[in-house]
């Protein structure tokens, strides 16, 4: 399938970039004390470097069985990590951050065996008009033309689940008696508001000090977010390629 030489140059230039970002997260957390899912950082910096040499084959900096091998390691951990993490939090419900993270490990478990398969299957070819293509799927692999539709379709479903809550966390409020000292609170109305209740029966607003705290400390959910959704859409467009 041939595409348009500007739109890989731009695919592979974004690859970088994020790969770039995500290893400023990794110095950016140590250096001002801010907490990021390390793993999972790390796996997106690898992928984009990857994605940028599948896309443009001169950025290619491993060989591709090495690859294989970075790839079959990175799935294999996280399918480990998701076992204990389900193990212990379950399926759903759980706290703030429990729910933010729970979207992660089955993401990356997805995105390490679909960049396997790439490997596996073929590499992208330049071809002389600038333009590039991907090979199609070769040996025992070819014969499972379904797996990569099915994994492009599985990413681009995570990427509109992942935009869809990209500002899930975030501290929800709550209504609490306005008497009650233990909580952080703000009144639900403006002071003048004809709505605004009285004194004896009034509710206010709050954010559990706990939740805002951990929230503080995260580094940048919403970038690190749609970070991951522009890498699963690359992804999966690497993987439409080679149907």
Not at 39 to 49: F, T
Not at 192 to 204: G, R, T, Y
Not at 210 to 220: C, F, H, I, K, N
């Amino acid at each position: 399938m041939m595409v348009p030489s500007f739109l890989i140059d731009f695919l592979a230039a974004l690859m970088l970039a994020i790969s770039m970002y995500f290893a400023g997260r990794l110095v950016a957390a140590r250096a001002w004390h801010r907490k990021i899912h390390v793993e999972v950082n790390i796996a997106e910096l690898v992928m984009g470097v990857a994605m940028a040499g599948m896309l443009r084959p001169a950025l290619n900096a491993l060989p591709n069985g090495l690859w294989e091998t970075i790839f079959t390691g990175i799935a294999l951990w996280f399918v480990y990590r998701n076992v204990r993490f389900v193990s212990r939090h379950g399926f759903v419900g759980g706290d703030m951050l429990v729910r933010y993270h729970r979207l992660h490990y089955p993401l990356h478990i997805l995105m390490s065996f679909s960049m396997l398969y790439m490997y596996l299957a073929g590499s992208p070819i330049a071809t002389s008009h600038g333009q590039m293509s991907m090979a199609a799927p070769t040996g025992t692999i070819a014969d499972f033309v379904a797996l990569p539709l099915l994994f492009a379709a599985l990413l681009l479903g995570f990427s509109v689940w992942q935009l869809d809550g990209i500002n899930r966390l975030r501290p929800a409020p709550l209504v609490v008696d306005a008497l009650d000292p233990d909580m952080v609170t703000s009144p639900p109305f403006e002071p003048n508001s004809a709505h605004a209740v009285n004194a004896d029966s009034a509710s206010l607003t709050q954010t559990d000090p706990l939740e805002r705290w951990q929230v503080e400390r995260w580094l940048a959910p919403r970038l690190e977010t749609g970070a991951l959704i522009a890498m699963s859409i690359t992804m999966a467009f690497l993987l439409i390629l080679m149907v």
